[in-house]
C-alpha cells in the first residue's frame, strides 16, 4: 500500500491498528481450518493393508530378473551389444 503523505498520526495509527485485526482474524481462520482438518483426518478409519502374494512374487521374479539381465550385459554381452541397446534405450 502507498504511503499516506497527507493523512495525520492518527489516521496512520487506525490504519496500522486495522491491519494487525485483519492479520490476526486471518491466523486465527488458519489455525481453525488446521484443526478441522486434524479432526477430519483422526476420524477416518484407519487403511488396513491387504498383502497380495502373487503381486509380490511377480514384481520380484521381474526385478530380478532385471539385474540378471544388467549384470549379463555388463559381463558377457559385446561392446556392440551394449552400445546398441544404450541407443535403443535412448531413443525410447
Known amino acids: 500500500m502507498a504511503p499516506n503523505l ?3 498520526a492518527a489516521t496512520l495509527f487506525l490504519e496500522a491498528s486495522q491491519q494487525d485485526v485483519s492479520q490476526k482474524e486471518a491466523a486465527e481462520k488458519a489455525v481453525t481450518q488446521k484443526l478441522l482438518i486434524q479432526k477430519a483426518q483422526n476420524l477416518k478409519p484407519k487403511y488396513q493393508w491387504k498383502i497380495v502374494w502373487r503381486n509380490i512374487i511377480a514384481f520380484l521374479y521381474l526385478h530380478l530378473g532385471a539385474l540378471y539381465g544388467l549384470y549379463i ?4 554381452a559385446k561392446f556392440y551389444t551394449t552400445l546398441w ?3 535403443y534405450l535412448y531413443i525410447f
Do not use: I, R
Not at 73 to 76: D, K, P, R, V, W
Open 6 to 8: 497527507f493523512g495525520n
Open 73 to 76: 550385459l555388463l559381463t558377457a
Open 85 to 87: 541397446c544404450t541407443f
